[in-house]
């Protein structure tokens, strides 16, 4: 094709992009189904892990856990259960013989089940030989949230290389070992999701927290650049959707501070609401989420603001040390726990 009518055809397909997506604006896109699919999410047993579990609990995707800590997966693995058979009652206490609506009798309640492991996802070992056993104890994954993450609370200068190696592990690396351990039958079967649970801060940065930025500036690179590869593999039944969300009160950030005039109009995401946002992108097989919509806002700032301009703005807004009050409160508690143990 002629370069110059090529470009034309380029120059309409972008706009014609940007038309598609002011429409999902206006008009919001049917949600898919996932009843019956194999969904494994990792980080399952707290915060946003537990409540992407209960979420494709409800829409009856058959779950599979992945946490460090055995107790708190069989926690969230009850609660699953728990809705499984809420929905089960409620199947029960319909009336027989009328006729269902399709994707509610797509697969039998008595079939829906959770699975839990025990994985370390920032070995590589762990995760190879974890996901050996799901592929032969459950099946194929279908859906995957990779979302297990950690952060350190230490200044640069203050953190053991371990802890700096261990946050890259799991927030970044981890991401590579299990999309490679599912991506090879989602490419045979041109079917599945892969989903990138980042941050905020792998869009933009502040201080005291290099290590955390730098792996989820990692695990943004290495989503984008998957989603790139699968488009030209075009292998268009595997979805991608990246999940950046500002900072979420879990407990993993906590005294964590801006400004104290502007936190009002900013404050930390509720996990319900953060995790309800990122399942409407994902069933809608949106790319990308950013929560809340300021946050598109401040990556575009952040790209074509001098640097000097970006200071001013961090220090006037209080995110320049927003990150401090936590990091003291995590030296404290350090310095408690050693003075219990006699340290």
């Known amino acids: 094709m002629n370069i110059l009518l090529e470009f034309f055809v380029v120059t309409f397909r972008v706009l014609w992009a940007f038309v598609l997506a002011a429409a999902k604006w206006l008009v919001r896109p049917k949600e898919k189904s996932v009843a019956g699919q194999v969904c494994l999410i990792t980080g399952a047993g707290s915060g946003l892990g537990r409540l992407f579990a209960l979420e494709f609990a409800r829409r009856r995707a058959l779950l599979v856990l992945w946490d460090i800590n055995t107790q708190s997966n069989e926690e969230t693995a009850g609660m699953v259960r728990h809705i499984y058979r809420e929905m089960a009652e409620q199947a029960a206490a319909a009336a027989p013989g009328v006729a269902g609506d399709g994707e509610k009798?797509?697969?039998?309640?008595?079939?829906?089940?959770?699975?839990?492991?025990?994985?370390?996802?920032?070995?590589?070992?762990?995760?190879?030989?974890?996901?050996?056993?799901?592929?032969?104890?459950?099946?194929?994954?279908?859906?995957?949230?990779?979302?297990?993450?950690?952060?350190?609370?230490?200044?640069?200068?203050?953190?053991?290389?371990?802890?700096?190696?261990?946050?890259?592990?799991?927030?970044?690396?981890?991401?590579?070992?299990?999309?490679?351990?599912?991506?090879?039958?989602?490419?045979?079967?041109?079917?599945?999701?892969?989903?990138?649970?980042?941050?905020?801060?792998?869009?933009?940065?502040?201080?005291?927290?290099?290590?955390?930025?730098?792996?989820?500036?990692?695990?943004?690179?290495?989503?984008?650049?998957?989603?790139?590869?699968?488009?030209?593999?075009?292998?268009?039944?595997?979805?991608?959707?990246?999940?950046?969300?500002?900072?979420?009160?879990?407990?993993?950030?906590?005294?964590?501070?801006?400004?104290?005039?502007?936190?009002?109009?900013?404050?930390?995401?509720?996990?319900?609401?953060?995790?309800?946002?990122?399942?409407?992108?994902i069933l809608t097989d949106q790319p990308m989420i950013c929560t809340p919509r300021l946050m598109y806002m401040v990556t575009f700032m952040k790209s074509i603001l001098p640097f000097e301009a970006v200071v001013c703005m961090y220090r006037f807004l209080g995110a320049d040390k927003c990150m401090y009050p936590f990091i003291a409160q995590r030296k404290q508690a350090t310095n408690n726990n050693e003075a219990k143990n006699g340290i």
């Not at 927290?209 to 650049?225: I, L, N, P, Q, R």
């Open 105 to 281: 009798d797509a697969l039998p309640h008595c079939n829906l089940q959770v699975y839990t492991y025990t994985c370390d996802v920032g070995k590589r070992e762990n995760v190879y030989s974890t996901a050996e056993r799901v592929r032969k104890e459950v099946g194929e994954v279908s859906v995957l949230v990779n979302n297990a993450g950690v952060v350190s609370g230490h200044h640069l200068l203050e953190c053991p290389d371990e802890l700096i190696e261990r946050t890259m592990m799991v927030n970044c690396h981890a991401h590579f070992w299990t999309t490679k351990a599912f991506l090879p039958k989602m490419l045979e079967m041109n079917h599945g999701h892969i989903v990138t649970v980042a941050s905020s801060l792998g869009l933009f940065s502040t201080a005291g927290v290099e290590d955390y930025c730098a792996s989820k500036f990692g695990a943004v690179g290495f989503h984008e650049s998957l989603s790139h590869e699968l488009k030209a593999a075009e292998k268009d039944g595997i979805k991608t959707t990246l999940v950046c969300p500002y900072l979420v009160d879990t407990g993993m950030f906590r005294g964590c501070r801006i400004r104290k005039e502007i936190e009002p109009f900013l404050p930390p995401l509720k996990p319900e609401y953060c995790v309800k946002q990122a399942m409407r992108a």
